[in-house]
């Protein structure tokens, strides 16, 4: 009989194993034990995020430009030209923008006009044939070594068009293979902590390029090998993101400081893409003086209320902020921009230094049920842990987070964070507040829809006038549309 010999077969087989190792129960564990939510594609890489999180940061033009009074250089300057009237210190450019809260800076050491601020091997327009002493300083090793000793982020702005080579367009490979992607090489020596590489989007023009006086263009989404250079940087640098034409992150549209109010982290110009498929977060770049870029005699900074307004509407709009400071022909920050931005610096810290939301009760319509090892409780916006979030379950979009003050407080912001790491999700909301607790009334700031990374919104509506604040007994935001359930990490309240 057949059953009965496999079954005498099995039950012999496991005596046998019985007798040989004993039988190991193996427990089952969940596909996604944290219950975390799914990703809203698309996402940002780490290095992104990195970038993301320095927020606000510095411009510093400097370099031939500085001496010849121009903005672009045509590239046939004499290079005794640059000759600074005293010794540049870009430790004192990193301590003066430090002071205005700013976390990093991205130094200019060639532009257009070819010359660079450092001994490349790769031409003679560079500092080795500079006008002085003082020339000779290499820009961006001081730089990076200043970086590194405030604690402070750091990266270069190399110009990938080159008005002086004379290899630049002129039919073949030789300038991106023997000039740019070399510099770019250089450069990468002086750190592999550079958190930003920034290649402007000038793709040729009329130039020196070497004596032939003409006008020169090129494709730059081919001609400067752009995959090969991300590849390579990365290899050395893994936390850099290859700002303009590297593809990592995108220009905000505009060079005056503001973003769109809507404003999705992928897509193009001020306003983005919701329905874009790469990740490409929007930085806005702004003179942070009267002039131009390079610094020119008579320029004056900015006042405190237009500095308030460039960073209102650019970081408090999913944005970050480069802001250009540039240093004088001493090599210098001047002293009126110095104590500008230490009192901008004092003036955020007024405005966004104390959290009111920490002093609340913080409670939720809807929450996500919690998993192994992750909760997503709303006390979680108010932990001051960027890794940790309030969630809402999968297919639940409307919901109510609440704030409620022990005492009436006097509120003028509130800031938003989503965890962008799987996605920015939220496509619209509302903030309402109370006087008594249980009457609620719109802000008269009705333009809420993204988030993103940040948002910042004014409860007076305005990104230039402060205001006197409101005092309110309790606030709540309604999140009314998002492409998945919502997921926020923080909500600051000053």
């Known amino acids: 009989m057949i059953k009965p010999i496999i079954f005498g077969l099995l039950a012999s087989a496991a005596v046998t194993m019985s007798a040989q190792s004993p039988l190991v129960l193996k427990t089952e564990i969940p596909a996604n034990p944290d219950n975390e939510p799914v990703p809203v594609h698309p996402v940002p890489h780490e290095r992104q995020v990195l970038w993301n999180e320095t927020e606000f940061y510095a411009f510093f033009h400097y370099g031939m430009n500085t001496f010849t009074n121009m903005e672009w250089g045509n590239g046939d300057e004499d290079e005794t030209r640059y000759a600074p009237k005293g010794k540049p210190d870009p430790r004192q450019w990193l301590e003066a923008v430090k002071a205005a809260g700013m976390k990093g800076g991205i130094a200019v050491v060639k532009h257009h006009d070819g010359f660079c601020l450092w001994p490349t091997e790769t031409t003679d327009h560079s500092i080795a044939n500079c006008g002085n002493e003082n020339g000779k300083v290499n820009i961006p090793e001081e730089f990076a070594n200043a970086a590194r000793d405030l604690d402070m982020k750091y990266g270069f702005y190399i110009s990938p068009w080159d008005r002086n080579s004379a290899y630049y367009g002129d039919g073949t490979d030789r300038y991106t293979r023997d000039v740019f992607l070399r510099q770019c090489a250089e450069l990468a020596q002086y750190g592999t902590d550079q958190f930003e590489m920034w290649f402007d989007g ?293």
Not at 225 to 249: F, K, Q, Y
Not at 397 to 423: A, Q
Not at 459 to 486: F, V, W
């Open 202 to 494: 000038a793709n040729g023009g009329s130039g020196y390029y070497g004596g032939a006086n003409e006008t020169r263009n090129v494709d730059q989404d081919t001609y400067y090998d752009i995959p090969n250079l991300r590849d390579s940087i990365h290899t050395v640098m893994p936390n850099c993101v290859m700002w303009g034409v590297g593809g990592e992150a995108r220009w905000i549209g505009n060079e005056a400081g503001w973003a769109g109010e809507t404003c999705w982290s992928y897509g193009s110009g001020t306003s983005g893409d919701e329905n874009a498929f790469e990740w490409k977060a929007g930085e806005s770049d702004a003179k942070g003086t009267s002039a131009g870029w390079f610094w020119h005699a008579g320029q004056s900074i900015h006042t405190l209320d237009r500095l308030w307004q460039f960073y209102m509407e650019t970081i408090g709009r999913n944005a970050t902020l480069i802001l250009n400071i540039p240093p004088n022909n001493y090599g210098l920050i001047p002293a009126t921009d110095v104590k500008r931005l230490a009192d901008f610096g004092k003036l955020l810290e007024q405005r966004l230094g104390n959290d009111l939301a920490k002093t609340a009760t913080v409670t939720a319509s809807a929450t996500r049920t919690a998993g192994q090892n992750r909760n997503y409780e709303a006390s979680n916006l108010i932990d001051g842990d960027k890794d940790t979030y309030w969630a809402t379950d999968d297919g639940v979009i409307d919901s109510y987070i609440t704030f409620m003050f022990p005492e009436t407080t006097n509120v003028h912001l509130v800031s938003l964070m989503e965890y962008i790491r799987k996605g920015q999700r939220v496509k619209g909301f509302t903030i309402e507040t109370t006087t008594d607790g249980e009457n609620w009334t719109p802000i008269k700031y009705d333009k809420t829809t993204t988030i993103g990374y940040k948002r910042i919104i004014p409860l007076n509506g305005s990104t230039t006038t402060y205001g006197k604040g409101y005092d309110i007994k309790g606030l709540r935001i309604h999140i009314t549309d998002s492409k998945a359930c919502p997921l926020l990490h923080t909500v600051s309240i000053y």
